[in-house]
């Protein structure tokens, strides 16, 4: 029986949606949860394959903004909602479904894709490169102390009601947007996920809490967090479970997790989703008892080489002509040479010899400034042509901040 790829109808998005959802163990969501994914869903930018009247893969892409090396806001598809049935695995469902999306993405001019996975081994083979990590925390504030840097003291906290404070909160999100590549512009209507706190989801802990942080009348920070109440033999032993903590400085920054720190009748703090080089590793007493995990986030796909490689900055004067492999998106393979500095960049076909030789996927990781082309060559997967090559461009390429991934999508 043949399937059919074709853009999702806004009549067809429960039928479509129930499909995600059986794929990820059928387990329903709130229905504030699926409210909100269902007014988000751009159904011309998804795709279902369907076998008849059956719909049995499912993918998706939201119209992101994302910041890039030098601080520019490149559009980028947040690819998501990814499934196929598992009656009809190994049938080149997903293969089909990701060859209509790149296709789609290229002729409307879109330079990246991008995608959180739930397995990092399914993506690479389509192009995709880990291309930012996150840090998963689970510290032992009974015993970490945490030493703060000068002007913490002048930041004045208070609680507020969640949604009393989202545009305040919001402001202080999008001062931080440039600064650090992999983040994304909120869009409207991605502020509400913030704020989602079903009931079913908090197993045995707090609504959500929110605290906001304050220098001479403005708001320069906040954080949203859950607080899992537990006692044990000895007495209190709660957990609280950080959402959000983001601020403007780094005094405001150390005032919030200090606050975190010390809530009351809790000995432990458990946060996920961290920046790798995020400050407050520095500032507690002892980084064992913290329970660091580093795990993948943010996949990237440059669905147009020489438009991607333009659009960001360099930390070095860079000339280097890669030699690309992409058999998914063939319109990319050959030589490209990038000339470019902290000022501006330039991506343009030749066919000089070439310096590096990689694959597109190589290019993904490193593309955002996290992923060394240099660790990359040592792995055998960067092959160096010219010497001194892969270690100027690893150079050129590499972020002053880590690139961090604000949010799941």
């Known amino acids: 029986?043949?399937?059919?790829?074709?853009?999702?109808?806004?009549s067809e998005w429960n039928t479509w949606y129930e499909t995600l959802i059986r794929a990820f163990s059928g387990v329903q969501e709130a229905a504030e949860e699926r409210e909100l994914w269902d007014a988000l869903t751009e159904c011309d930018r998804s795709l279902g394959v369907w076998e008849e009247e059956r719909c049995v893969g499912t993918a998706g892409a939201f119209s992101f903004r994302m910041t890039v090396p030098g601080g520019a806001s490149v559009p980028a598809a947040g690819v998501t909602m990814v499934s196929v049935a598992a009656t009809h695995r190994r049938r080149g469902v997903l293969t089909a479904m990701m060859r209509r999306q790149l296709d789609d993405l290229h002729a409307g001019g879109e330079p990246l894709a991008v995608l959180t996975a739930s397995e990092p081994d399914i993506y690479g083979r389509f192009g995709y490169g880990i291309g930012t990590l996150q840090i998963r925390a689970e510290i032992d504030t009974g015993r970490v102390r945490l030493s703060v840097p000068p002007g913490t003291d002048d930041v004045r906290l208070r609680y507020e009601a969640p949604a009393d404070v989202l545009d305040a909160c919001e402001a202080?999100?999008?001062?931080?947007?440039?600064?650090?590549?992999?983040?994304?512009?909120?869009?409207?209507?991605?502020?509400?996920?913030?704020?989602?706190?079903?009931?079913?989801?908090?197993?045995g802990a707090s609504p959500l809490q929110c605290v906001v942080a304050e220098r001479d009348g403005e708001v320069v920070g906040y954080t949203r967090f859950r607080v899992k109440p537990a006692w044990g033999p000895s007495g209190h032993d709660g957990t609280v479970l950080v959402q959000?903590?983001?601020?403007?400085?780094?005094?405001?920054?150390?005032?919030?997790?200090?606050?975190?720190?010390?809530?009351?009748?809790?000995?432990?703090?458990?946060?996920?989703?961290?920046?790798?080089?995020?400050?407050?590793?520095?500032?507690?007493?002892?980084?064992r008892r913290c329970g660091l995990r580093v795990k993948d986030s943010l996949h990237v796909r440059l669905v147009d080489v020489g438009a991607a490689l333009e659009v960001r900055t360099y930390q070095a004067p860079v000339d280097v002509v890669f030699e690309v492999e992409d058999a998914f998106c063939p319109w990319n393979e050959g030589r490209w040479r990038l000339t470019g500095d902290a000022k501006?960049?330039?991506?343009?076909?030749?066919?000089?010899t070439a310096d590096l030789?990689?694959?597109?996927?190589?290019?993904g990781a490193a593309y955002l400034g996290g992923v060394s082309l240099v660790s990359l060559g040592a792995a055998g997967r960067v092959r160096e042509l010219r010497q001194g090559a892969l270690a100027e461009a690893s150079v050129a390429f590499s972020s002053a901040v880590a690139p961090w991934l604000p949010h799941g999508f």
């Open 1 to 10: 029986m043949t399937t059919d790829v074709r853009v999702l109808r806004q």
């Open 172 to 203: 202080v999100y999008a001062r931080l947007v440039p600064a650090r590549p992999g983040m994304l512009a909120r869009q409207p209507g991605w502020e509400r996920l913030g704020l989602l706190d079903p009931e079913s989801d908090r197993d």
């Open 344 to 352: 501006g960049a330039s991506c343009v076909r030749t066919e000089d």
């Open 357 to 363: 030789a990689l694959s597109v996927r190589e290019l």
């Open 244 to 287: 959000d903590v983001e601020g403007l400085d780094p005094a405001a920054r150390a005032a919030l997790w200090r606050f975190l720190f010390g809530i009351d009748l809790t000995t432990g703090l458990h946060t996920r989703g961290r920046p790798v080089d995020e400050e407050w590793q520095h500032m507690v007493s002892d980084i």
